[in-house]
């Protein structure tokens, strides 16, 4: 079945700087990637998402880019801000025999943002 | 809409007792899934269903079972607690159309087996 791997598993950095998470997946057949964020204590929600035919989507100050030959994808937030700080979850639907309705999270990054 | 409800939000369980979790939603949606959430972890998935009366497994099903006899409701089952399913249960639903996919999730429910 799909297998996603998540990198790194924490990640601090300086308000202000960059952050990028990355993510591969193994099923070639997958074609929807989302990323969802999780604050403490609260549930995940979508925040950006990408479709295999697109090999790069922004959205204010985050972005997400897709290698299909590679199978890897990653998010990008620019000027990141404390309210950035949470757990992000990149995720993969795999695409075989009718496993098309599967979301394969992966096992997340701890993202914290120093003021 | 109240979007996805789910209760309990806590429960303490014995080893060898059995409960259910309830999911509701109202909005609609034909997916629906269950997911756990271990301490530091990632989200696996545990069943999931595309309408009333189909459901399938997910990564992890062992020990639990799920039924989808309405659109609105996703029960899942533990019929005998072990430690090892101590964690955060998620449930959510799935929107369809319109190019997304969006899960809606609920707000949880930690579930501690002793």
């Known amino acids: 079945g799909e297998n996603v791997e998540q990198h790194p598993s924490t990640l601090s950095v300086q308000e202000g700087d960059s952050a990028v998470i990355k993510c591969t997946y193994s099923?070639?057949?997958?074609?929807?990637f989302p990323w969802y964020k999780q604050e403490l204590g609260k549930r995940p929600q979508l925040i950006i998402d990408?479709?295999?035919?697109?090999g790069e989507k922004k959205d204010q100050r985050i972005a997400v880019t897709l290698n299909k030959t590679a199978k890897h994808f990653s998010l990008h937030i620019t000027e990141t801000q404390p309210e950035d700080s949470a757990v992000y979850f990149c995720?993969?639907?795999?695409?075989?025999?009718?496993?098309?309705?599967?979301?394969?999270f992966g096992t997340g990054t701890l993202l914290a943002v120093q003021p | 809409n109240a979007g996805v409800t789910q209760t309990p939000k806590f429960r303490i369980l014995k080893i060898g007792q059995s409960m259910t979790l309830q999911c509701t939603q109202d909005?609609?949606?034909?997916?629906m899934y269950w997911y756990r959430q271990d301490p530091g972890m990632g989200l696996k998935l545990i069943y999931y269903?595309?309408?009333?009366?189909?459901?399938d497994k997910g990564e992890v099903p062992n020990g639990y079972n799920v039924s989808r006899s309405t659109t609105e409701d996703f029960p899942l089952r533990l019929e005998l607690a072990a430690p090892s399913q101590t964690s955060v249960y998620f449930c959510?639903?799935?929107?369809?159309?319109?190019?997304?996919?969006?899960?809606?999730f609920g707000s949880g429910t930690q579930l501690s087996v002793l």
């Open positions: 959510a639903s799935r929107h369809t159309g319109g190019g997304g996919e969006k899960l809606f």
């Open positions: 099923d070639s057949a997958s074609n929807y």
């Open positions: 990408i479709r295999s035919n697109v």
């Open positions: 995720a993969a639907t795999p695409n075989y025999g009718g496993a098309t309705n599967k979301l394969i």
């Open positions: 909005m609609n949606h034909n997916y």
């Open positions: 269903s595309v309408g009333a009366g189909i459901t």
